[in-house]
Nanobody, 116 residues
Framework: VQLQASGGGRVQPGGSLTLSCTGS????????MGWYRQVSGKQRELVAT???????NYGDDMKGRFTVFRDNAKNTVYLQMNSLKPEDTAVYYC???????????WGQGTQVTVSS
């Protein structure tokens, strides 16, 4: 599965961005789709994921500001980011996991920069 992410860019503090990621094909059911992010020199961290059953999981700092949602018909996962902070600056990676076979796939990453 190839994942193509888009929507990254530069935004001022307090602003919003929406990321999207589309898979080249559907993967096994059930599955989990979502986002992680990484700052240079630090470990990759969870941003948000959503399962095919609709269950969500958010990183602590993202709760209340970020929303993950998906369109299964389009093999696409989205990340709506509001109230962005400079510390949200990172490369955001799309993530898809086949929950039955435990196979994970990563997108190429999209840069998000929050700066005035």
């Amino acid at each position: 599965v190839q994942l193509q992410a888009s929507g990254g860019g530069r935004v001022q503090p307090g602003g919003s961005l929406t990321l999207s990621c589309t898979g080249s094909r559907s993967i096994g059911f059930p599955n989990t789709m979502g986002w992680y992010r990484q700052v240079s020199g630090k470990q990759r961290e969870l941003v948000a994921t959503m399962s095919t059953r609709g269950g969500t999981n958010y990183g602590d700092d993202m709760k209340g500001r970020f929303t993950v949602f998906r369109d299964n018909a389009k093999n696409t996962v989205y990340l709506q980011m509001n109230s962005l902070k400079p510390e949200d600056t990172a490369v955001y990676y799309c993530y898809v996991r086949d929950d039955l076979r435990l196979l994970a796939y990563w997108g190429q990453g999209t840069q998000v920069t929050v700066s005035s």
